[in-house]
């Protein structure tokens, strides 16, 4: 048998952070395996689109609202290729969301 791991947690938190992204005019996907971090990318989707760091702030606050838990929130963001950022966004039970987002007009 293997072990357990974080994706049920994951599960449950993907429909308000989906929500919250649809907000702020970005569309959200997951692509990773769900075993050992929740990979999400936000892409934007609309014309007008709140700023990168309105986004992970938002998607920040509704991981500790769901967990009830007071964690450090986020590390510093890091530059990816293509002009894509990524902050890994933790949660208090040993897990985390490793966001990386396309802010709006990146790839222009």
């Given amino acids: 048998m293997k072990p357990a ?3 049920p947690a994951f599960a449950l938190l ?3 952070l ?3 992204a649809r907000h702020h005019g970005y569309a959200l996907a997951i692509h990773g395996t769900l075993i050992s971090d929740f990979d999400l990318i936000a892409v934007p989707w609309v014309d ?3 700023p990168a760091q309105a986004l992970i702030d938002a998607l920040s606050l509704h991981c500790n609202a769901c967990i009830e838990a007071d ?3 986020y ?14 966004l933790y949660l208090d039970f040993g897990a985390k ?6 802010p709006a ?4």
Avoid: F, M
């Fill in 5 to 7: 791991n974080h994706a």
């Fill in 14 to 16: 993907y429909r308000g």
């Fill in 18 to 20: 989906c929500d919250i």
């Fill in 48 to 50: 007008e689109v709140s």
């Fill in 71 to 73: 964690v450090p929130g």
């Fill in 75 to 88: 590390e510093a963001i890091t530059q990816k290729p293509h002009g894509r950022i990524a902050v890994n």
């Fill in 97 to 102: 969301v490793d966001l990386s987002v396309i």
């Fill in 105 to 108: 007009g990146a790839t222009r």
